[in-house]
Structures are given as C-alpha cells and as structure tokens.
C-alpha cells in the first residue's frame, strides 16, 4: 500500500510540475522559485521509487545472484533502459540520469534492469512541502538554486545546492542536485 501512496504522490507532483509555469519572453519556460522547488520535489519522489524498484505487482519481485551479490528485477514499468529514462528524464538531464544509473548499480541482466538489493529506507523526515528556495545564479538557460527543507519538527533544514538546465522541447530539468 505504501508503493499506492508513493505512486499518487508522484503522480500529484508530475501534474503540478507540468502545469506550475508560464513562458517568459523567449518561450522558454519560467523558472521560478516555486516551480524550482516542485521539479525538486518531483524529482525526490521519482528517486525513492526507483530506489524501491519501482511499484511492484503482485509476485513480480525477482531476486538474483551476481557477482556475490543479491540484485533485484526492477518493477515491470522501470525494467528497461528506455522505461526507465524515459520516466526519469521527465526531472533530469541525459546526463544526470546516466549518472544516476551508473551511482545505484542499475545493470541489464537477463534482457531486464535490475539494481543490488538494499534495505528499505527509513521514511524521510524532509518537509518538501514546506521547502524555500533560493536563486543563487542564472546565465542562459542555465539556473541554480539553494532549497531550504525543513527537517520533521525539529526546526532545522537541510540545504541543497540545485542546478537546473533548459532542455529544448522538454523545459528545465535538473542536472546536479547536490553534487
């Protein structure tokens, strides 16, 4: 039910992203702090679903030895190089999804994608709801911004340090998040 709840979360954040923005005067996509901030959001969400496999059905979780280590079939929706990309590209650059593939061990085995096998995080006490966000430095179609996320009810935040790049014919996608 958890994987429910992730998925209409994620679903909630790709529709806000989507429709967050106007275009400014080279229409090009705005960005501003505020839409910075959802395609963060997005993004996070996007990550824990990858890093969970995705949202399995019903008896389709596969687990596998190589190399000495357990691995797992990623879900039916991510267990392809082109799913995959093309879900993750929606908040990333090519870049960044080639770095987030080759930094989580995602390998091709059997004609399928699968990832080592880890524990099940903790649940993040990040308030991305509530996160501000910060212009830093804009040049061409290149921004970054410093997010500021508060942490469960500590009162604290955790920072991050965000860059963003205007894709043509796709808008502004992530290409570091902290990093």
């Given at each position: ?57 019903e008896s ?26 093309a ?16 930094k ?5 085995y ?70």
């Amino acid at each position: 039910m958890v994987n429910k709840r992730k998925y209409v979360a994620f679903i909630l954040m790709l529709v806000i992203v989507l429709s967050a923005c106007g275009k400014d005067s080279t229409n090009r996509t705005a960005l501003t702090p505020k839409s910075a901030i959802e395609l963060a959001t997005a993004w996070v969400e996007m990550e824990n679903i990858v890093m969970a496999g995705g949202l399995y059905k019903e008896s389709e979780y596969t687990t596998f030895m190589h190399k000495h280590l357990n691995y797992r079939y990623l879900a039916g929706h991510l267990d392809s190089k082109k799913k995959l990309n093309a879900e993750i590209r929606k908040f990333v650059t090519k870049k960044k999804a080639k770095r987030f593939i080759r930094k989580n061990g995602i390998i091709k085995y059997e004609k399928k994608l699968a990832q080592p096998e880890t524990e099940d995080e903790e649940e993040s006490l990040l308030i991305w709801e509530i996160a501000t966000a910060r212009e830093m430095k804009s040049k061409g179609r290149k921004m970054t911004f410093e997010l500021t996320v508060p942490i469960g009810d500590t009162r604290t935040a955790e920072k991050f340090t965000v860059n963003y790049i205007y894709v043509k014919k796709a808008g502004w996608r992530i290409d570091k998040f902290n990093e």
